[in-house]
């Protein structure tokens, strides 16, 4: 299995950026797994920041994107999109897209994932 991201660049305070993940491997495969869009700024955790899910069909964003960000994904379909909008330089990072499993219980994102892809920056700034 490989993951590709792509989409990420130079965007301005306020601005909006639409991120996409391809997902190459077994169909089955890929049509198993749950999908995540994680964040790392160098010297912080990883962050995760939006999950969907397969085991309850459901898209969970982090509160930080919650209004923010959209994520999709369509049944069958092994790319998924991430709208990012209303950026702020504090968004300045690489993002990753992931496959494994992830949920939300009580507000917080949990996930173990098992196929990671290489990030794409993107940078805020003015």
């Known amino acids: 299995v490989q993951l590709q991201a792509s989409g990420g660049g130079l965007v301005q305070p306020g601005g909006s950026l639409t991120l996409s993940c391809a997902a190459f491997?077994?169909?089955?495969?890929?049509?198993?797994?749950?999908y995540a869009w994680f964040r790392q700024v160098p010297g912080k955790e990883r962050e995760t920041v939006a999950c969907m899910s397969t085991s309850d069909r459901r898209t969970y964003l982090s509160n930080d994107a919650e209004g923010r960000f959209i994520a999709s994904k369509e049944d069958g379909d092994s790319t998924m999109f991430r709208r990012m909008a209303a950026f702020t330089p504090e968004d300045t990072t690489q993002y990753f897209c992931?496959?494994?499993?992830?949920?939300?219980?009580?507000?917080?994102?949990?996930?173990?994932?098992?196929?990671w892809g290489k990030g794409t920056q993107v940078t805020v700034s003015s």
């Open positions: 491997g077994p169909k089955p495969m890929l049509e198993s797994y749950s």
């Open positions: 992931a496959m494994g499993q992830c949920t939300r219980v009580a507000g917080a994102l949990y996930y173990d994932m098992d196929y």
